[in-house]
């Protein structure tokens, strides 16, 4: 990248929020995921206008384009693998209007979880998909991120009413109804979020928890269609897979723990768990504990395994029917153990979501090699598996799950194509991100 081109940008946006020195670079180059890329220069910009021109400028100079919210992706979402500007859009924090009639929230794009959260009285916005609150409401957005409340608030999806966003081609728009979707989950593919109007949910009266341990995860599904047989809906469900509590020396005889919990009014909430209390003892648990808080988010037991193995992992994330969940657990256990890996894994069964990293030592290069072809063997199966699964779901699809994506979707993939190219026309927006 040219000094003229930098200079540009530091007209654009001011000399103190442009900056290429290589420590700061660096910090720019990762995200929660295994992929790496340096960019050429930061952008800090502090409002839509500067976010047009430094785009308009990227796009006539071909200079890829990669925004940035809190960093939190597990693929790669905002690491610049081609190079050019990072935009990293956390000085964008404003919360600008907090509508409690209505029950939603003007935000930009830069506001984490956590900040818009501790301004609310009484309501919540349910989307935290890293169960920290540090993800941004865009970064969120452009993954249609999940979190463990999602069986009950759904995705990030059904959560944004409208969004402002700048466009590849420079053009600033406000998308809001079906339109939105051209943004949620765009993984910073089409254009930049500037500005969202989201959803806010009434602060649930009460709550209450379940850890079960169970033999396997084939009893916590058991367990699970007891409940809906019943016509209950729990709000979490989350599995942890025995991969996981095998790495963190849990006793060897539980070979999954359930987390559950109903949240709502109280005569809801107390009758939900009455029916869970006496489907439990259908599956013959080893152990239950009850609490009146969220259960411990599957997310956090994945990264305690991570931390304790010592290794990186190349995560897949995959929606399948709930009848598949157990085929693919099967099927993601026997590549692990051909391919002398170990694996993390965790499944959101109401939504039939299976979150799996791959683990490698970063150090050892055949061995990350051999978790990139157990990866495409795990995703080859699963599609095999489920004609209905989806790729990416809650995560984003990013840079290390594209080829995957174009591999097992080409009709889709081409019609992505045809979307990006009228709105994002020089094709500078976050390249090598859903397709490859
Ligand atoms: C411990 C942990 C647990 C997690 N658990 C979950 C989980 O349960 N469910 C889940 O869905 N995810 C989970 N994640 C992944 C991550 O938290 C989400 O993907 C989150 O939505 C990303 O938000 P962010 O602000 O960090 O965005 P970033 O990681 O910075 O970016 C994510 C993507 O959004 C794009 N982007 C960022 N800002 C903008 C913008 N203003 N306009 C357009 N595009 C933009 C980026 O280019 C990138 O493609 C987890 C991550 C961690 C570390």
Known sequence: ??????????????????????????????????????????????SVEDVAEVISAAAEHGVPITPRGAGTSLVGGP??????????????????????????????????????????????????????????????????????????????????????????????????????????????????????????SPTPESMSSFSIRVIDASDGLDLLSLVYSKGYRPEVFEIIHRDVLDILEVD?????????????SEPWVSAQSEALRSSVEEVKPLGVEEAEELPRPSMSWLTEALKKAERSAVFISVSVSRSSIRDVLQEIDRVAMRMRLKTITAVNAPLGWIISGILFDPLDEREYQRAIKASEQVVHATLRICSSA???????????????????FPEEADVFRAI?????????????KIIP
């Open 1 to 46: 990248m040219s000094e003229e081109f930098v200079k540009i940008l530091r007209k654009l946006c001011g000399r103190e929020n442009v900056f290429n020195n290589e420590m700061e670079l660096a910090s720019y180059s990762y995200d929660a995921s295994y992929i790496r890329g340096q960019p050429k220069v930061v952008v800090r910009p502090s």
């Open 79 to 200: 690491v610049p693998v081609r190079g050019g500007i990072v935009l990293d859009m956390l000085r964008m924090n404003e919360i600008v209007e907090v509508d409690e009639e209505n029950m939603h929230a003007i935000v930009e794009a830069g506001v984490r979880v956590r900040d818009l959260n501790a301004r609310l009285d009484g309501m919540f916005f349910p989307i935290d998909p890293d169960g920290l609150g540090v993800s941004t409401v865009a970064g969120l957005i452009a993954e249609d991120a999940a979190s463990p409340l999602s069986p009950a608030y759904g995705t990030a999806r059904d959560s944004v009413l409208s969004v402002e966003m700048v466009l590849g081609s420079g053009r600033v728009v406000r998308l809001s109804g079906s339109m939105v979707n051209l943004a949620v989950g765009s993984e910073g593919t089409l254009g930049v979020i500037t500005r969202a109007v989201v959803r806010l």
């Open 252 to 264: 060897p005889e539980i070979g999954a723990i359930v987390e559950a919990a109903f949240i709502g």
């Open 390 to 408: 989806r790729l990416g779901f809650g995560t984003g699809i990013g840079a290390s799950m594209a080829r995957a994506f174009e591999a097992g």
């Open 420 to 432: 990006k190219s009228a709105l994002d026309p020089m094709g500078v927006m976050n390249p090598g």
